[in-house]
């Protein structure tokens, strides 16, 4: 199985191309999109700490997990579409994972 993930890019700095932990994902016969949502904390540097999972559709296949797994690569532009620093604030994450 593979699984790709993919952020919004309104959210961050460069969307990073990264590869699931397929252990943590069940398997499926046909490809699949699925999505979680994470609220996580955006330190001085813009990477993520302090993840949880608010929500994932659909919510058998441990796309919450795999999202968790995979969001320490990611890094956020600083400053939001306010144009205040996001740095020390807790954000929502969606990540959208291609299951084939």
Do not use: H, W
């Amino acid at each position: 199985m593979i699984a790709s993930l993919a952020l919004a890019a309104a959210v961050f700095a460069a969307a990073p191309q990264a590869q699931a932990q397929t252990d943590l994902l069940k398997p499926v016969s046909e490809p699949r999109i699925a999505v979680a949502i994470l609220n996580c904390l955006v330190k001085n540097d813009g990477y993520l700490t302090a993840c949880t999972v608010q929500d994932e559709s659909p919510n058998d296949l441990g796309v919450g997990q795999a999202a968790l797994s995979m969001v320490s690569q990611v890094q956020v532009d600083l400053l939001g579409p306010d144009g205040k620093s996001r740095a020390g604030s807790y954000i929502q994450v969606p990540v959208r994972i291609r299951i084939r």
